[in-house]
């Protein structure tokens, strides 16, 4: 039963993808490049730092949403059924809303007459409106809140599934609720928290509306540098290798997190 | 407090859109000036609105019904029984959800192009390849749920493969099928990056007419659209929530 799916998925998603990096090789037509064109894009100073944006924002926004998400899920576990709800809605929500909308809102809200300067400026924070939009600040706002879920989630999960048996035992037995809560309840949920870590680095790595709305020239990631190669040249060669690299970076990653991920995303029989 | 905050970062973007859809200038702006509900009005006469309305809705709903019908004998295989290999068929066919967009956006861009399935039909498939992991999860999930051994009962009381398939295993996975098609649905109606590849001027969808004002002369149409799939979105979860939680409460 699924092999219409995978003859599909081979010839719509796969066959793509092989283009792409056969394309690495074989172009320019004239004088195929092989592996010289990955060490051209290796050694490109301007590829090199448009990778550095991708990877450094990624980083700051993984480790942003796994504080920020788990402090999130913990509020979720610990509220009443009510507030659960709405924690949950609030959560969700943008999880539905359009990736673009929200990413323009973000310019809205972060302009230089935008609500957040105006209420600096207003209550004398600052003299002038401070430049937020177009700058890593941008950026990583936008991108935390629109990854968050992703991490509340998995978290929220696994927080579900620790035994509290574990933590009555662990306070009778001495520890406080703060030695109970680091040593106990973190290390039982990290799975769920290290699958969001994963997920959100790897969806980051992709992300290509955001930064272009949000950042300044500092924070351009590869798949700008690919759209570029292949709207403005037709430059197979560079576009080829840079996304090959990029497609070996997240596969490699989705390889190494499987496990975590598979368990904290997929169903399976033996959650039940 | 510190959770208040939070929800104040995860609402605050939709908090915004909703004014600035009613404003009356003639440009986006926060707070709003003014009451007006023309933008409204804009998005259903206008034609470049009407027209990427309709696109966007056509391709949202063929690619549902196109993952549903690939994705649920895939999704009720992988997750009705274990068998050797699955873990890696199932790496495969999620994988989609996590290339980044650029990639196989360029390369569908090429290799469609090939195949001259260009235009609606070309992104009606990339769109399908695209959302067919969120109809195998979740009708993993509801399959998951059932007991194998209701399936051999049903077998070795004379029923056959389809029967089983039929009147067990569809009619239980159909909670799986519908979510998974509404998360089709949504992102479909939201991709922006394949479809800024596999569209043309004559034929675009909202996403792209919308990233082609983003980054130019932004109108508050833009915001109006926003506010409408907002509004709807809320509606439907507001629904589903309701329902779950009655249900956790029947039981």
Same mark, same amino acid.
């Given at each position: 039963?699924?092999?219409?799916?995978?003859?599909?998925? /081979?010839?719509?998603?796969?066959?793509?993808?092989?283009?792409?990096? $056969?394309?690495?090789?074989?172009?320019?037509?004239? /004088?195929?490049?092989?592996?010289?064109?990955?060490?051209?894009?290796?050694?490109?100073?301007?590829?090199?730092?448009?990778?550095?944006?991708?990877?450094?924002?990624?980083?700051?926004?993984?480790? @942003?949403?796994?504080?920020?998400?788990?402090?999130?899920?913990?509020?979720?576990?610990? +509220?009443?059924?009510?507030?659960?709800?709405? @924690?949950?809605?609030?959560?969700?929500?943008?999880?539905?809303?359009?990736?673009?909308?929200?990413?323009? /809102?973000?310019?809205? $809200?972060?302009?230089?007459?935008?609500?957040?300067?105006?209420?600096?400026?207003?209550?004398?924070?600052?003299? +002038?409106?401070?430049?937020?939009?177009?700058?890593?600040?941008?950026?990583?706002?936008?991108?935390?809140? $629109?990854? @968050?879920?992703?991490?509340?989630?998995?978290?929220?999960?696994?927080?579900?599934?620790?035994?509290?048996?574990?933590?009555? +035992?662990?306070?009778?037995?001495?520890?406080?609720?703060?030695?109970?809560?680091?040593? $106990?309840?973190?290390?039982?949920?990290?799975?769920?928290?290290? +699958?969001?870590?994963? @997920?959100?680095?790897?969806?980051?790595?992709?992300?290509?509306?955001?930064?272009?709305?949000?950042?300044?020239?500092?924070?351009?990631?590869?798949?700008?540098?690919?759209?570029?190669?292949?709207?403005?040249?037709?430059?197979? /060669?560079?576009?080829?290798?840079?996304?090959?690299?990029?497609?070996?970076?997240?596969?490699?990653?989705?390889?190494?997190?499987?496990?975590?991920?598979?368990?904290?995303?997929?169903?399976?029989?033996?959650?039940? | 407090?510190?959770?208040?905050?939070?929800?104040?970062?995860?609402?605050?973007?939709?908090?915004?859109?909703?004014?600035?859809?009613?404003?009356?200038?003639?440009?986006?702006?926060?707070?709003?000036?003014?009451?007006?509900?023309?933008?409204?009005?804009?998005?259903?006469?206008?034609?470049?609105?009407?027209?990427?309305?309709?696109?966007?809705?056509?391709?949202?709903?063929?690619?549902?019904?196109?993952? =549903?019908?690939?994705?649920?004998?895939?999704?009720?295989?992988?997750?009705?029984?274990?068998?050797?290999?699955?873990?890696?068929?199932?790496?495969?066919?999620?994988?989609?959800?996590?290339?980044?967009?650029?990639?196989?956006?360029?390369?569908?861009?090429?290799?469609? =192009?090939?195949?001259? !399935?260009?235009?609606?039909?070309?992104? %009606?498939?990339?769109?399908?390849? !695209?959302?067919?992991?969120?109809?195998?999860?979740?009708?993993?999930?509801?399959?998951?749920?059932?007991?194998?051994?209701?399936?051999?009962?049903?077998?070795?009381?004379?029923?056959?493969?389809? %029967?089983?398939?039929?009147?067990?295993?569809?009619?239980? =996975?159909?909670?799986?099928?519908?979510?998974?098609?509404?998360?089709?649905?949504?992102?479909?109606?939201?991709?922006?990056?394949?479809?800024?590849?596999?569209?043309?001027?004559?034929?675009?969808?909202?996403?792209?007419?919308?990233?082609?004002? !983003?980054?130019?002369?932004?109108?508050?149409?833009?915001?109006?659209?926003?506010?409408?799939? !907002?509004?709807?979105?809320?509606?439907?979860?507001?629904?589903?929530?309701?329902?779950?939680?009655?249900?956790?409460?029947?039981?």
């Amino acid at each position: 039963m699924v092999v219409p799916l995978l003859t599909l998925l /081979a010839v719509l998603f796969l066959a793509p993808l092989a283009t792409v990096v $056969i394309r690495s090789f074989t172009y320019p037509l004239d /004088a195929p490049g092989g592996l010289g064109n990955y060490t051209r894009v290796l050694t490109d100073p301007i590829a090199l730092q448009y990778a550095g944006n991708t990877f450094r924002t990624a980083l700051v926004v993984a480790v @942003l949403t796994v504080v920020i998400g788990y402090f999130y899920a913990y509020a979720m576990y610990k +509220a009443t059924p009510g507030w659960r709800i709405f @924690l949950l809605f609030a959560a969700l929500l943008p999880f539905w809303t359009s990736l673009l909308v929200r990413s323009f /809102a973000w310019s809205v $809200i972060l302009r230089d007459t935008g609500i957040v300067n105006d209420l600096l400026v207003g209550t004398g924070i600052a003299d +002038a409106p401070i430049p937020l939009l177009r700058t890593s600040f941008a950026v990583t706002v936008g991108m935390t809140q $629109i990854l @968050l879920p992703f991490v509340i989630l998995p978290c929220f999960a696994a927080m579900g599934r620790v035994d509290k048996n574990l933590l009555s +035992a662990s306070r009778s037995l001495g520890a406080g609720p703060i030695g109970t809560f680091w040593r $106990i309840f973190v290390p039982l949920t990290a799975p769920g928290t290290a +699958a969001g870590a994963v @997920l959100t680095f790897i969806l980051a790595v992709g992300y290509y509306i955001t930064p272009v709305l949000l950042g300044g020239p500092s924070d351009q990631p590869i798949a700008v540098l690919i759209e570029n190669a292949v709207q403005q040249r037709g430059d197979w /060669a560079t576009a080829g290798a840079l996304a090959t690299l990029v497609l070996i970076i997240v596969i490699g990653l989705l390889a190494a997190g499987w496990g975590l991920l598979a368990r904290a995303f997929l169903p399976g029989k033996d959650q039940r | 407090m510190l959770t208040a905050l939070v929800v104040l970062l995860l609402l605050f973007p939709a908090l915004v859109v909703l004014p600035m859809s009613v404003s009356t200038s003639e440009i986006l702006t926060f707070p709003p000036s003014g009451f007006s509900l023309r933008w409204f009005g804009n998005l259903f006469t206008d034609p470049q609105w009407t027209q990427a309305l309709a696109n966007s809705f056509q391709v949202a709903v063929l690619t549902a019904v196109f993952a =549903a019908l690939i994705g649920t004998p895939a999704g009720i295989a992988l997750g009705f029984r274990q068998w050797r290999g699955q873990g890696l068929i199932l790496a495969l066919v999620v994988s989609p959800v996590i290339v980044p967009p650029m990639v196989i956006a360029v390369g569908m861009y090429v290799t469609y =192009a090939q195949f001259e !399935l260009i235009g609606f039909w070309g992104l %009606v498939a990339a769109h399908t390849m !695209l959302v067919v992991p969120f109809v195998i999860v979740t009708v993993m999930s509801s399959v998951a749920q059932i007991n194998p051994s209701a399936a051999d009962a049903a077998r070795s009381l004379g029923a056959s493969p389809v %029967v089983v398939v039929g009147r067990i295993l569809l009619p239980l =996975a159909l909670p799986g099928i519908v979510s998974g098609m509404l998360f089709a649905f949504v992102t479909s109606w939201d991709e922006v990056v394949v479809a800024l590849y596999l569209t043309d001027p004559g034929f675009k969808t909202l996403p792209v007419v919308m990233w082609d004002q !983003l980054r130019e002369r932004v109108d508050p149409t833009v915001a109006a659209i926003a506010s409408i799939l !907002l509004i709807v979105t809320v509606l439907i979860m507001a629904v589903a929530l309701l329902r779950g939680r009655r249900r956790t409460r029947g039981n």
